[in-house]
């Protein structure tokens, strides 16, 4: 998030480098900064003659050169952007001649989403001589709750942990998504406010309930009426709760409760960073480690895995609600 800052500041302060090249597996970081340049770098009027979006898919690595190599009308810079570059990974490498002698009047970004370039090569080597390369690299789990914290108190909004939490689980680690939930969020609701559940499920549409998170902690309270309950509406409503996707984050949860039962030093720092959990949640595992013993939690792992596999119509068909019933009882037996 500082380099973020830093290269915003430069680009304000004017000190524009002439080679942008945004790397990386999250995209989010790589549309923002790709997005700012877009818009701050030439005013208004500049960019009808001086702003040029490429896309790696329709185009060779000497076109981008041969576009770089003009000269801005009636304005310091000409800007071109390359979207989707990761289309041009076989031959990007070409445009080590160019980056190691820009044109000193334009600005190329260059937005290579989803891979890195090795860092070894003499390409990547040369592009910090005379531009910045930047790399997005996916936030952790445990980091996620701050990240969204801080965002929404960018745009005046505070949230309850539990709001975080259904978020996170329902949207996993994109940052796209989760940014583009805030944003509505910020539209309708007054600066000020802190984010609950209840608003979640409002404005959003996730039952603040009848979720995943609600059943992973109904069934490591051992609390089985709620369990069924969830897994009838679960049953329900498939679109929304798709069965692979219900039990692939119950794996994780007993995966990291096996783990958990095998640590030596069970401090909540220790837990929280070994288990790459947020702390928020280590009350959950605390619960489900003394209700499941290390042979019970192994037990249950394995048939998550007998329900997935079956689940895929391996060796027979069998409809979600046979594979919940199987599920809950093997897990509450």
């Known amino acids: 998030m500082d380099e973020i800052i830093k290269i915003v500041k430069d680009i304000d302060e004017k000190r524009i480098k002439p080679v942008y090249f945004l790397m990386g597996d999250e995209p989010y970081y ?81 937005c290579y989403k989803y891979k890195t370039l090795d860092k070894r090569t003499t390409f990547s080597k040369s592009i910090p001589k005379t531009g910045l390369l930047f790399e997005s690299k996916k936030l952790y789990d445990t980091a996620l709750p701050q990240w969204l914290k801080r965002v929404l108190s ?4 505070d949230i309850e942990p539990k709001a975080s939490a259904m978020l996170i689980e329902f949207l996993g680690n994109d940052l796209s998504k989760i940014s583009n939930e805030i944003d509505k969020l910020a539209i309708i609701l007054p600066k000020g406010t802190t984010v609950t559940p209840e ?12 979720n995943v998170f609600e059943f992973q902690k109904a069934i490591g309270s051992r609390n089985v009426p709620k369990s069924y309950a969830i897994a009838y509406y679960f049953h329900e409503n498939p679109k929304d709760h798709n069965f692979i996707m219900v039990t692939s984050l119950l794996f994780s949860f007993f995966s990291k409760l096996l783990q958990y039962h095998g640590l030596k030093d069970k401090s909540p ?16 595992y ?48």
Do not use: W
């Open 199 to 210: 608003i979640i499920e409002k404005n959003i549409g996730f039952s603040k309930d009848f």
């Open 154 to 157: 960018g745009k005046k909004l």
């Open 30 to 110: 790589i549309d923002k900064l790709s997005d700012y340049i877009e818009k701050n770098i030439l005013s208004e009027e500049e960019k009808g003659f001086n702003q040029t979006v490429l896309y790696g898919r329709d185009i060779e690595v000497e076109d981008i050169i041969s576009t770089c190599k003009r000269y801005p009308m009636m304005a310091d810079y000409q800007v071109v952007i390359v979207k989707e570059a990761q289309d041009l990974a076989r031959s990007i490498a070409k445009l080590e001649s160019y980056v190691l002698n820009p044109t000193p009047s334009t600005v190329l970004v260059v």
């Open 269 to 284: 720092k220790n837990v929280a960073t070994a288990l790459k959990v947020n702390p928020y949640h280590l009350t959950d």
């Open 286 to 333: 605390d619960v489900a480690l003394k209700n499941y013993p290390m042979r019970k939690v192994s037990q249950i792992v394995a048939t998550l895995r007998d329900v997935d596999v079956k689940s895929k119509g391996v060796g027979a068909s069998f409809n979600d609600r046979e594979l919940y019933k199987t599920l809950l009882t093997s897990i509450f037996s």
